[in-house]
Structures are given as structure tokens and as C-alpha cells.
T-cell receptor, first 116, second 114 residues
């Protein structure tokens, strides 16, 4: 079974802190994704990566950055956390690079981040 | 750009009744369509997907969905609801050449009552 793990289930940070959310997948997937999930808004794509050291902006990248130094690991960084970044963050991975648009995305359990 | 509309943020059914969750999409090119389910305190998992070919798609746990191009719809159904079906359901769309980027709907919370 594909396994996507996220470093924390719950996280509480203060405004202005730098926050790192880590995601690891164990199935040699090319693609990795970061979403945020908010009630009534569904899932919105923040950033994605289709290869090591490659990244592309999603629909809501402002206030976030990402890092992918190894194939299995994709990190989401909040440079200076703000209260409007309080949300559930979901990581996902899928098999193929390129235009493999039918691939299933496999999701981690999520990190619920609260910024005070 | 593509988009997804899920009608009804909350749906309530009785155990044993038909489940119908509605999804309409907008896309200028042929879409690929997905239904994901999220159980409480878990990530999302794939229920089923339509890529090409047969328009009636069967998924896990007795769910199925039908792609209707003329109606731009991909509604999810299950003949008989079970208590364990209570969860949030998300419809999503991607397109060929889109690099596996998914655009999600806002979700429908399904409640199953005795």
C-alpha cells in the first residue's frame, strides 16, 4: 500500500514564526502536492512538484514556499505564519510525471495548523 | 480553466436509502473526473474515476458514478446507504496535459441516519 505520512497531526504556532510541514511518501512517486482544506472551500492547491528540485505554483501560493531536495520528501514552508493560515494542510503524491492526468493521488492524514 | 460545482454541502439519508451526491463540471477540453471520500480525521481516498471509455464507473464500497457529457455531470450514487458511508465526499476534475493537477469541489457532507 502507498503510504503518505505527515510530520504532525496537530501544530500550534505563533504569528510571525517560520513553520515547516513535512511530507514523506514511500512509493517512489514523481508528483507531490500540498493543499489546504477549509470548511466550505474544499481543497485548494498551494504548490506541487513533479520532480526533485522542481516546483510549480498552484492556485494559492502566496505566503508559502516549498522544498523538494529528495524524491520522497516534500516540505511546505510558511515563512512568517499569519492567523489566516490556520487551516488543515494535506499532502498528496501520485505516480507519474509529465501529463499523467489520470493518476490517483494518495493523501496523507493531514496537519491541522493553528496560528495564534 | 476547469471547475467543479457540488450541489448541497450537506446531504442526509436514512440507512438503506439511495445515496445521490451531485457534481457538475466545467471544462473546455475533455475532462477526467474523480470522486474522493474523506472519513473523519483521515486524508482523502479515491472512490472512483472516469478517464475514457465506459461512462458508468464502478468504485469501492458499492458506489458508482455516470459521466454525462451533455449534462456536464458526474453524480455519485449508491443504492443502499450504510452507517459507515457517513463522510465528506469530494468531486474533482483534471484534464489531459494538466500534469495531474486536480481542481476540487467544495465537498458534500453525507449523514446517514437510522
Amino acid at each position: 500500500d502507498v503510504k503518505v505520512t505527515q510530520s504532525s497531526r496537530y501544530l500550534v504556532k505563533r504569528t510571525g514564526e517560520k513553520v515547516f510541514l513535512e511530507c514523506v511518501q514511500d512509493m517512489d512517486h514523481e508528483n507531490m502536492f500540498w493543499y489546504r482544506q477549509d470548511p466550505g472551500l474544499g481543497l485548494r492547491l498551494i504548490y506541487f512538484s513533479y520532480d526533485v528540485k522542481m516546483k510549480e505554483k498552484g492556485d494559492i501560493p502566496e505566503g508559502y514556499s516549498v522544498s523538494r531536495e529528495k524524491k520522497e520528501r516534500f516540505s511546505l514552508i510558511l515563512e512568517s505564519a499569519s492567523t489566516n493560515q490556520t487551516s488543515m494542510y494535506l499532502c498528496a503524491s501520485s505516480l507519474s510525471g509529465g501529463s499523467g492526468s489520470t493518476d490517483t493521488q494518495y493523501f496523507g492524514p493531514g496537519t491541522r495548523l493553528t496560528v495564534l | 480553466a476547469q471547475s467543479v460545482t457540488q450541489l448541497g454541502s450537506h446531504v442526509s439519508v436514512s440507512e438503506g436509502a439511495l445515496v445521490l451526491l451531485r457534481c457538475n463540471y466545467s471544462s473546455s477540453v475533455p475532462p477526467y473526473l474523480f470522486w474522493y471520500v474523506q472519513y473523519p480525521n483521515q486524508g482523502l481516498q479515491l472512490l472512483l474515476k472516469y478517464t475514457t471509455g465506459a461512462t458508468l464507473v464502478k468504485g469501492i464500497n458499492g458506489f458508482e458514478a455516470e459521466f454525462k457529457k451533455s449534462e456536464t455531470s458526474f453524480h455519485l450514487t449508491k443504492p443502499s446507504a450504510h452507517m459507515s458511508d457517513a463522510a465528506e465526499y469530494f468531486c474533482a476534475v483534471s484534464v489531459r496535459g494538466g500534469g495531474n493537477k486536480l481542481t476540487f469541489g467544495t465537498g458534500t457532507q453525507l449523514k446517514v441516519e437510522l
